[in-house]
């Protein structure tokens, strides 16, 4: 029990490695855009989900509506539905209690080291729990120390830290374009967002052309059959 | 800031039943094949639909100019992105990129 602890936190290196910079920028951008610290703590203790911890704040910032930002952070975040069904294959075994205290650390960087371990070795209570606290407490920290360093570092737009969101997206996308049919959905999702942004001028753009993307995805599969 | 408690409770909901009611649910019955196919197409939709935006809009309108800092500073992230496959690097990579910019244009 104990060893197989050990191996989730070791596993949990290369996640806390990618958080820590991320959530520090999550900190200083959510505390300039006049989130308190303790909002930051809130976020991403009960949230915990990077990309949309992102948008959310931006998007308080610039007033939107509840609905608008709750329904973009569940878009945003549906991705984790994949990930939770793939693991749910490995997880026959855990009661539902346990199952739904483990799912709640599922991240696109947890389900990166944990969904391909449990092609090879036989995934247990201790390697989850160990992988995905060590990784949301270092989610938690880097956050909150990010929000209190706002205050010695006022501009960091001079930084370059504001574009950390960008990028991050950028890496996300490459690491996901597995084939053409991806790319299409992709070219097809992006544009279709930027018209509806444009001429809608709201935040459902991010939904619709996502919604509209991945069918187009499902269908053209159907058609090149 | 009740309102924004608010917020944060109903994204912590919305989060969280993604990620818990496949495994609750699947790890028990299996879901509709066309439906885990259109899931497999949403993290690269939904994050195309963020970026596009976010590096060739500004101020409500499409910039293609070498003045739009943000498509600039995107060019080497797609590279090391591309190169790397490593997203701290790609991380750091955009963050050194936009710092330098942000010096260049400060001086031009």
């Given amino acids: 029990m104990y060893s197989e602890w050990r ?38 203790l009960i949230v915990y989900a990077g990309s949309s911890q992102f948008i959310a704040a931006a998007m308080m910032a610039t007033g ?50 944990s969904g391909s371990y449990v092609q ?13 606290l060590a990784s949301h407490g270092s989610w938690i920290l880097s956050t909150v120390l990010g929000g209190i360093f706002v205050s010695r570092l006022t501009d960091t737009t001079k930084w370059g830290i504001d574009f950390a969101l960008s990028a991050m997206f950028i890496g996300l996308l490459i690491m996901q374009l597995k084939d053409k049919k991806g790319l299409l959905v992709s070219l097809c999702a992006g544009v279709l967002s930027l018209i509806l942004r444009i001429n809608l001028n709201d935040n459902y753009n991010v939904i619709i052309a996502a919604v509209v993307a991945a069918t187009i995805g499902v269908v053209t599969e159907r058609w090149s059959k | 800031m009740e309102q924004i408690v608010f917020i944060i409770l109903g994204m912590s909901i919305v989060t ?62 797609f590279l090391i992105a ?27």
């Avoid at chain 1, 505390?31 to 703590?41: D, E, K, M, R, W």
């Avoid at chain 2, 818990?20 to 195309?48: C, D, G, H, N, Q």
């Fill in chain 1, 120 to 132: 090879n070795n036989i995934a247990t209570e201790g390697y989850f729990l160990g992988l995905h």
């Fill in chain 1, 7 to 44: 191996k989730g936190l070791k596993a949990a290196v290369p996640v806390i490695v990618g958080y820590v910079p991320i959530g520090l920028a999550f900190g200083i951008l959510a505390s300039q855009q006049g989130l308190t610290v303790g909002t930051v703590f809130l976020m991403s």
């Fill in chain 2, 16 to 77: 969280y039943l993604p990620r818990v009611l496949p495994i609750i649910v699947l790890s028990k019955t299996e879901a509709p094949e066309w439906f885990m196919r259109w899931l497999k197409y949403i993290p690269v939709a939904v994050l195309s639909a963020l970026l596009v935006p976010e590096i060739l809009v500004s101020e409500n309108v499409v910039n293609l100019s070498l003045t739009n800092k943000n498509l600039l500073a995107a060019i080497p992230c």
């Fill in chain 1, 64 to 113: 939107a509506d509840a609905v608008s930002v709750i329904s973009t952070t569940f878009l945003v975040n549906l991705r984790h539905l994949l990930m939770s069904a793939s693991l749910s294959q490995h997880m026959k075994k855990f009661s539902t209690k346990l199952q739904s205290i483990i799912s709640f650390g599922i991240t696109d960087e947890t389900f990166a080291v």
């Fill in chain 2, 82 to 108: 591309y190169k790397t496959k490593n997203l701290f690097i790609t991380v750091i990579t955009g963050i050194i990129a936009m710092l330098i910019l942000n010096l260049i244009f400060a001086y031009v």
